[in-house]
């Protein structure tokens, strides 16, 4: 008899990675090999995974049948299968060009197709039933994010012994855009089945509370709100990065030396501007390079005394939004090149590549100035790893006002992205800050940041839900 586990992670994509070549860290399961994929959450979630002997159940990032369970470093996975159809309908269709585009304030029109969502809830629905059957009695369960937002609902349904979080890592829209969503009450039913739903900002959650009032008749009082008889609390838990090890791998010796290089490779400019983003619309990289090229057109920048570095992380690369912002930005590149470069020497170094995580961080260390402009972001954990990447170094931050690190890294330079203008100011300032005044904004960043780190977002939310569970401390 299987008794199932007493912790259990609900996420679109396993934390690892399947690998083709012979790298000698790959675990193998079925003659298939995996590798952890470091990322926030998993390094947030592993301490309370592997004391609890938990799950995480997600997709492993291939289409087709899925591999059987196994074990990485005490975590046990359990691989969802996605067939190439849902991975068209529920990941790239009603995930990635409905939900994200309309989320993220329409800055692209969100594409509504009958099609993906009834995948979307197919697929919801199989994770539900995962989770249903490797909980133990009376488990928590915590869910993650847009993918998934019907599973805690569907679950509840079959397991109400559970106690549910659920954690929505992009913004939550304001009433007049989530009511265009055409499976909108069905979406906010899903929600709801959770004990806590948590948020980035404090505004999402009031959204989400003003919503289920407007649309289901819920009353709220605070952050709680009642539903079918039952309590259900939305709340801010802004999420971080872990601190600790960006600012280890900035301390490297051998990460010091590379940014160095990096630097040298670039011909040694005064002043070295870097952007980091997945190739996304919601990121603002057009905004960021076309301040550049009118600060070059003014004369108030030069080349080669400034140079741009952007990497684009190749993401969702067969949904069209995606494809037309793609052509967008290297039209821009090539403008700016052509117009401003000089033989050798590129105005923008754009990397249309994913890197080592010691490879950004040795571009965090290079960047004299880094550029965040999202026109909307729920987070953006890139602004808050540069900060803990720059250790004594000083170096400036211009964020937009849209991303969510902007409630908490206030001594950023910041600016919204839509004015130009703004934009070009806030990265002159940037440029132009003496070392003294860049050092304190920057040591007052990471004292914040060092307090205010993943493992921090994860005990908050964690502690947050097992008192809701109404047990001592933790359920777990
Ligand atoms: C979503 C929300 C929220 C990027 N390129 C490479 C690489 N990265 C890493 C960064 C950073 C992460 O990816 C990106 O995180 P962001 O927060 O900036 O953005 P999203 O991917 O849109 O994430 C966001 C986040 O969820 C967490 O809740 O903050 O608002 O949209 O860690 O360093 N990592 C490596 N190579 C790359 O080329 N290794």
Redesign the pocket.
């Known amino acids: 008899m299987v008794q199932g586990s007493p912790f259990v992670v609900v996420a679109n994509r396993l934390p690892v990675d399947e690998v083709t070549d012979d790298t000698p860290s790959s675990r193998t399961s079925g003659g298939r090999r995996w590798r952890p994929s470091p ?2 959450l998993v390094t947030a979630l592993h301490p309370v995974l592997a004391e609890h002997k938990g799950t995480w159940i997600g997709w492993s990032g291939t289409p087709g049948p899925a591999p059987d369970p196994f074990e990485v470093d005490g975590i046990k996975l359990v691989p969802m299968s996605l067939s190439e159809d849902e991975v068209e309908r529920y990941y790239e269709g009603q995930s990635n060009a409905t939900i994200w585009p309309l989320y993220h304030d329409n800055v692209e029109p969100p594409i509504f197709r009958r099609r993906w969502r009834d995948t979307y809830r197919e697929v919801n629905r199989r994770y539900a039933a995962a989770a249903a059957k490797v909980a133990a009695p009376g488990a928590t369960v915590w869910v993650q994010d847009y993918q998934l937002q019907l599973v805690p609902a569907m679950l509840r349904e079959q397991r109400p012994d559970l106690l549910i979080g659920f954690f929505l ?2 913004p939550f829209p304001p009433i007049e855009l989530f009511m265009q969503l055409p499976q909108r009450a069905e979406v906010l039913r899903g929600l709801l089945g959770a004990d806590l739903v948590g948020f ?1 900002q404090r505004l999402g959650a009031q959204n989400f509370l003003r919503l289920s009032k407007h649309l289901l008749g819920t009353p709220y009082s605070g952050s709680t709100l009642e539903y079918e008889g039952r309590k259900v609390k939305a709340e801010a838990f802004p ?1 971080s ?1 872990d601190f600790a090890e960006m600012q280890r791998l900035a301390d490297n010796p051998l990460v010091r030396e590379r940014a160095k290089q990096i630097r040298a490779e670039l011909g040694d400019p005064k002043t070295v501007i870097l952007g ?3 190739l ?1 619309y ?1 990121k603002g990289i057009e905004h960021r390079l076309k301040a550049f090229r009118e600060l070059l057109a003014d004369g108030k920048l030069s080349v080669p005394e400034s140079v741009m570095v952007q ?1 684009a ?1 190749p993401s969702r690369e067969r949904v069209e939004h995606y494809q037309a912002l793609r052509v967008k930005v290297e039209r821009e590149v090539g403008r700016i090149n052509g117009d401003f470069g000089k033989v050798g020497v590129p105005a923008v170094h754009y990397l249309h ?5 010691s490879e ?1 961080a040795a571009l965090y260390c290079a960047a004299d100035v880094m550029m965040v402009t999202p026109l909307r ?6 602004a808050k ?1 540069y900060v803990a990447a720059r250790a004594e170094n000083g170096g400036a931050l211009v964020l937009s006002e849209f ?2 690190a902007a409630g908490e890294l206030r001594q950023a330079f910041l600016c919204n992205p839509h004015d130009l203008d703004g934009v070009k100011d806030a990265l002159m300032r940037a440029v132009t800050v003496d070392e003294g005044e860049a050092r304190r904004r920057m040591s007052i960043m990471q004292r914040h940041l060092r307090k205010h780190d993943v493992a921090a977002w994860a005990s908050e939310f964690l502690d947050s839900l097992a008192e809701i569970g109404g047990t001592e401390k933790n359920r777990l």
């Open positions: 990322g926030g890592h992009i980035q999420i990065i980091v983003d997945r996304d919601t990497v992380t590549q994913s890197y080592s995580r950004l972001d729920g987070m953006n954990l890139v790893e991303a969510g």
